[in-house]
Structures are given as structure tokens and as C-alpha cells.
């Protein structure tokens, strides 16, 4: 039996609060009919909007000097590749940290336009996050520090001609990313075998 620390356990169980938070219903994806045209790519998970605070009159409002602390300040960036074909799903990816803080603990989620094969095991510090979504462990990512490598060989239920990887971080330790760029990617992939970098 496979034995993980509380540590180890920690920043996914924290990512998949924060992702069920903020994660809505899933979108059914439509079964397409006979001679219909091919049906349009349907993001597996969608996001709910959050309420927006209403304003505090200006008299009631607090001082500055009780302000929350401000969240340290991290730059996560996930470089990386897919390939596909047949229903077989190769992933590889490289997570950095270009700072100016450490990053403590943090989570990749990658969700997919199609659902996954429900009989296989992900990799060690990887969960599901749904039939079509997989959150996985980067760990501490120190400021320049060496990326950290993660390594998925997944299964799709079936056998499309593409499939669309979205890749972007749920956790990062608390840190505050002010370029969500480097970390937020939507990948293309055609069932060719030839990978597809990101």
C-alpha cells in the first residue's frame, strides 16, 4: 500500500478545496447526431463567477493599519508538452518559480475536453479532480530555483481525433502571481503521437 505524508497531502487537499470553491456544475457535453456537424470543444469544468464585495461607506471603513497582510509575491511558470494518439495521453511538464518569493506548496490542474478511462492510477502526488480533470502536487519551488518535473501517461475514455490540455495553477502556497500568463495554457493536440509544446 502506497504510504503519503500529511505533508505530501496538505497543498492537494487545500487545491481541491480551492478548486471545488470555485468550481461550477460540470457543462454536459452534447451527443452529437447523425450527419450533424462535429460538436464544438466544451470546457469539462466552468468557473463561477464570484460576487463582486459591495463597497464599505467611507466612514465605516477600517484603517490601514488593520489591513490584511499582503500575500508574498511568486512567479509560477509551467513549461511543458502533450502528445496524442489513439487514447493514449502523454504529458510532461516542468514547473519553476522566477520569484521574488519562495513558493511554499503548490498544485498543477490540468482538465481535458474529453473524459478519462476510469481504471488507471495516476502518478504518486496526483488526484482526480473529476472525470476529466487531474490536480497534481509541484511541491516547494524555490525563487530560481530547479523546476520540478511531473510526468503523466493518462488513458481517454475513447479514441477522438484531439483533445484540448488546459494547464494552470490552483495553488501556489498562498503567493500572489501577478502573471498569470506563464501558468495558464490551453493546448491543442491531434491524435498524432508528435508532441506539442506549451
Not at 25 to 36: I, K
Not at 95 to 106: E, L, Y
Not at 159 to 179: H, L, Q
Amino acid at each position: 500500500m502506497l504510504m503519503l505524508s500529511r505533508r505530501l497531502l496538505m497543498p492537494l487537499s487545500v487545491a481541491v478545496a480551492v478548486a471545488a470553491a470555485t468550481t461550477a456544475t460540470a457543462v454536459p457535453v452534447p451527443t452529437p447526431v447523425a450527419g450533424s456537424a462535429v460538436v464544438a470543444d466544451i470546457d469539462p469544468v466552468t468557473f463561477a463567477a464570484e460576487p463582486a464585495a459591495p463597497a464599505a461607506p467611507a466612514a465605516l471603513a477600517e484603517p490601514a493599519a488593520s489591513a490584511e497582510p499582503v500575500a508574498s509575491e511568486a512567479d509560477v511558470v509551467h513549461r511543458g508538452h502533450v502528445a496524442f494518439w489513439g487514447d493514449q495521453l502523454e504529458i510532461r511538464l516542468r514547473t519553476a518559480n522566477r520569484g521574488p518569493a519562495d513558493v511554499s506548496a503548490s498544485t498543477v490542474r490540468l482538465r481535458f475536453s474529453e473524459p478519462l478511462a476510469v481504471r488507471q492510477q495516476l502518478p504518486a502526488g496526483c488526484l482526480w479532480g473529476g472525470r476529466a480533470a487531474v490536480l497534481c502536487e509541484t511541491g516547494a519551488l524555490t525563487k530560481d530555483g530547479p523546476a520540478r518535473r511531473t510526468a503523466l501517461d493518462l488513458r481517454l475514455a475513447g479514441r477522438p481525433a484531439e483533445v484540448v490540455v488546459r494547464v494552470d495553477t490552483v495553488w501556489s502556497g498562498g503567493a500572489r502571481d501577478a502573471d498569470s500568463g506563464n501558468d495558464t495554457h490551453t493546448v491543442l493536440a491531434p491524435s498524432t503521437g508528435d508532441p506539442y509544446a506549451f
